[in-house]
């Protein structure tokens, strides 16, 4: 999560001063970077996968599920265990990685080295994935687990959640009337972003899920839990700021940026050809971020509640959003420079390609930006899309500048630039090449919540792989309005069982250049275009580089309304397709497996991934937070009033470790055949 300095974090009445030093080196180190690898061309495909885990500890005595805050001590351990495997390993192995995140009880793994493009690399992923889980496992006490759950279900209630205890008075950082301040990771950057968020805005995060009414669930919910008479910090006395509205009725109330950084994700990152490649599938993806936000929901409880939306995404989007009253549009502008629609942490704002299908109309949404950034940005030689795009970024303030990195060299270090663009947290990030590195243009999808198996992470893993390569391999054209594509259909997809019960905008025509009738979906890409008796050469591995994008041969028109290039679709048919008037995300992956050498054992595997997506999509297996939420309300300690009590929250997660390692076997949830964590250890690549 963003860069780990170790100096002297500023206040925000210090940061402050800084913003527009940062800013500003921050724009000369991307010009840096662009001058230098704007023309680079040629990259292969490397990917990899960020996985979160939160550590819990079982009492089993007390029926009492904690969650471990001993991220610095195991963070060590592992460090030390991962040192002495790599010394034992053959050059072309590498060992996984953990790191630290915002919350104390969380560890995130990767790889250690990106996946390439071949065969081999993307049936390694399972396993590498389950490698890492079974390390991790192996060095922690035997009442604790490592744990892929999106949201921790009694984040935050009254009495023990964490192991040791902790009293929330000490929430210095916060102020948050129910999270300890030892809940964070004690490095500088997260107490003060945490800190530096709350002032910045004039008052703590306050975010409101709707809760889940259920026949005894008391009406109006005027939450018990809430200690309303605390008085320590400002806005405590008589907890004047929930009840003046910040805690709403029928609500699960939550006023701190550990609830929405304290949850777990699953992350993917690609590196592209080249800087145009990167824009293209930047787009190509962003109508994907909701609809696998949908496919993935798997938190539907917060603070021992039940709520009735099945995702992370508006509890993260709240917990770090520093703006004003001002910015929030709830005075007129004054101090600040921009009425801000949205948080720091939301959805994709802007179609960044140059390609001829991105049309103006499809960016729909009101876009603020730094005029004065991007007229700079515009002067050095940067197109319109790009220019707006970054000066859009940097409206933002820094949040945590450190006094020993304020005076940077901007030829060698991007670390100001970083500072903007690593605390833009939205469904995608179009990365640049970081200095003095061999990484080239990437591209990060950043929607999904993280499943509770392997399986399920690898399985969505290899398929955003995979459709991103279709994407790039057919042309295809997924463009819909962002006010559609992203703003309305992320809004649905939160929603409870929106996999089953939603519709999501989507486009009809996928192809940009229309086909004849007799031609495969693969003589679309204008690489792998068949002639007659000629057998097409299937390919050894994922390609990376593809042949600029092809106009129509009649040029290109724009004659079609916007409106009619999209419709209402249900999840069932944007994955597995509506007949011969839509082929189906799946469709396109299957075309794509057809232009590779791929053998009947690799095949095999492949298919049980992709039918996990298929399953989800058409309701035969149920997603994380529909089995959790029917786990809740079956369970003999549930009384039908939207509480999730401790006995309840213990079962859970033992069930939970149960399906990981294949103990439990849970077929509304999993195929028949998962095997689990048990049988299966995981490998090395």
Request: with cysteine.
């Amino acid at each position: 999560m963003g860069l780990l300095y170790l100096g002297t974090p500023l206040t925000w009445d210090e940061a402050k001063k800084y913003a527009e030093h940062v800013r500003s080196h921050g724009i000369t180190q991307f010009l840096n970077t662009w001058d230098r690898l704007k023309d680079r061309h040629g990259d292969e495909l490397l990917w990899g996968d960020e996985i979160e885990y939160m550590v819990v500890s079982f009492d089993e005595d007390q029926k009492n599920a904690k969650l471990s805050l001993r991220q610095t001590e195991i963070l060590a351990k592992l460090s030390i265990i991962v040192n002495d495997i790599c010394a034992d390993c053959p050059t072309d192995v590498s060992v996984p990685t953990f790191h630290p995140e915002y919350g104390r009880y969380m560890l995130e793994s990767t790889p250690g080295s990106p996946y390439a493009g071949s065969i081999p690399d993307l049936l390694a992923v399972e396993g590498n994935m389950r490698y890492r889980r079974t390390l991790a496992r192996k060095h922690l006490k035997p009442n604790e687990a490592p744990i892929t759950l999106t949201s921790f279900p009694r984040l935050g209630v009254q009495g023990q959640f964490t192991e040791p205890y902790h009293d929330p008075s000490d929430a210095v950082s916060s102020h948050s009337l129910f999270l300890p301040e030892e809940i964070t990771n004690p490095h500088a950057r997260f107490p003060t972003l945490t800190a530096n968020i709350r002032r910045r805005r004039g008052s703590k995060v306050a975010i409101n899920l709707p809760l889940f009414i259920d026949s005894q669930t008391p009406r109006p919910f005027i939450d018990p839990s809430i200690p309303w008479n605390r008085n320590l910090y400002p806005e405590d006395p008589g907890s004047k700021e929930a009840k003046n509205g910040a805690a709403l009725p029928d609500h699960i109330y939550l006023d701190a940026m550990g609830f929405g950084m304290g949850c777990c994700c699953l992350q993917l990152t690609f590196q592209a050809c080249n800087v145009s490649d990167a824009r293209r599938m930047y787009d190509g993806l962003i109508p994907l971020g909701p609809i696998l936000l949908a496919l993935t929901a798997a938190s539907p409880a917060y603070r021992g509640l039940l709520a009735d939306v099945d995702c992370r995404w508006n509890v993260i989007a709240g917990s770090v959003d520093d703006r004003t009253e001002e910015e929030r549009g709830l005075k007129p502008l004054k101090n600040d420079r921009f009425k801000i629609p949205k948080s720091r942490y939301d959805s994709v704002d802007l179609y960044i390609s140059n390609d001829w299908i991105n049309r103006p109309e499809y960016n729909d949404s009101y876009l603020p930006y730094d005029e004065n950034i991007y007229d700079r940005l515009r002067k050095h030689g940067l197109d319109d899309l790009l220019s707006k795009h970054m000066a859009h970024l940097f409206i933002r303030d820094p949040l945590v500048v450190f006094s020993e990195t304020i005076d940077q060299d901007d030829n060698s270090s991007t670390d100001h630039f970083e500072n903007i663009q690593s605390t833009n947290w939205q469904t995608l990030r179009f990365k640049p090449p970081p200095p003095n590195s061999s990484i080239g243009w990437r591209v990060e999808f950043r929607s999904m919540e993280v499943q509770i198996t392997d399986f399920e992470n690898a399985a969505f893993a290899v398929f955003i792989v995979l459709i991103s390569r279709a994407i790039l391999n057919f042309n295809l054209n997924l463009y819909v309005p962002i006010s559609k594509a992203i703003r309305a259909s992320m809004f649905l997809a939160q929603r409870r069982d929106a996999a089953q019960s939603e519709k999501f905008y989507f486009r009809k025509d996928v192809y940009a250049v229309r086909r004849s009738g007799a031609s495969s979906v693969t003589s679309s890409s204008g690489c792998n275009s068949p002639t007659e008796d000629v057998p097409v050469k299937k390919e050894k591995k994922l390609r990376n580089c593809f042949p600029p994008f092809p106009l129509p041969e009649n040029g290109v028109s724009r004659t079609s309304r916007v409106e009619d290039e999209y419709e209402e679709m249900t999840m069932n048919e944007i994955i597995n397709g509506k007949g011969d008037a839509f082929p189906g995300l799946l469709r396109l992956v299957y075309d794509y497996l057809e232009t590779l050498d791929i053998d009947k054992e690799a095949s095999v595997t492949i298919e049980k991934y992709l039918d996990l997506i298929r399953r989800r999509a058409n309701g035969s297996l149920q997603t994380p937070a529909t089995w959790i939420r029917n786990f809740i309300r079956s369970h003999p300690d549930y009384k039908h009033d939207s509480v999730v009590s401790q006995e309840i929250n213990y079962d859970l997660m033992v069930a939970v470790d149960e399906i990981e390692r294949g103990v439990r076997r849970e077929p509304d949830l999993l195929p028949k055949d998962y095997a689990g964590g048990d049988q299966d250890k995981g490998r090395l690549r």
